[in-house]
């Protein structure tokens, strides 16, 4: 059983950052992607980055490429996303999920996932 859980969120300033940390266990398949997915008030969950794990390929919405990147820490299973940069239109919640393919980017692809972390950005 594949447990995801999400920590790092919190509120800060226009022009702040936030790292977000994923540590995850029970993926037991060698090729699988990571990725951070949002949902603000009233908006639909959306796609953010991913990170192919088997290459450490990566992929970003265009919204939040050169302020975010994912990247990953095998020895701890956990799968990080510094956020740089942040604006008032990145406050969500933050999710962290696996799908059991690599190069995944679309939420249906993504079978498990986390409870969800909250980013609060102020202007």
């Known amino acids: 059983q594949v447990q995801l859980v999400e920590s790092g969120g919190g509120s800060v300033q226009a022009g702040g950052s936030l790292r977000l940390s994923c540590a995850f266990s029970?993926?037991?398949?060698?090729?699988?992607?990571m990725g951070w997915f949002r949902q603000a008030p009233g908006k639909e969950r959306e796609f953010v980055a991913a990170?192919?794990?088997?290459?450490?390929?990566?992929y970003y919405a265009d919204s939040v490429k050169g302020r975010f990147t994912i990247s990953r820490e095998n020895a701890k299973n956990t799968v990080y996303l510094q956020m740089n940069n942040l604006a008032p239109e990145d406050t969500a919640v933050y999710y962290c999920?696996?799908?059991?393919?690599?190069?995944?980017?679309?939420?249906?692809?993504?079978?498990?996932w986390g409870q969800g972390t909250r980013v609060t950005v102020s202007s």
């Open positions: 999920a696996s799908a059991r393919r690599p190069g995944a980017t679309i939420k249906t692809d993504f079978g498990s």
């Open positions: 990170i192919w794990w088997s290459d450490t390929s990566t």
């Open positions: 029970g993926l037991t398949f060698s090729s699988y992607t």
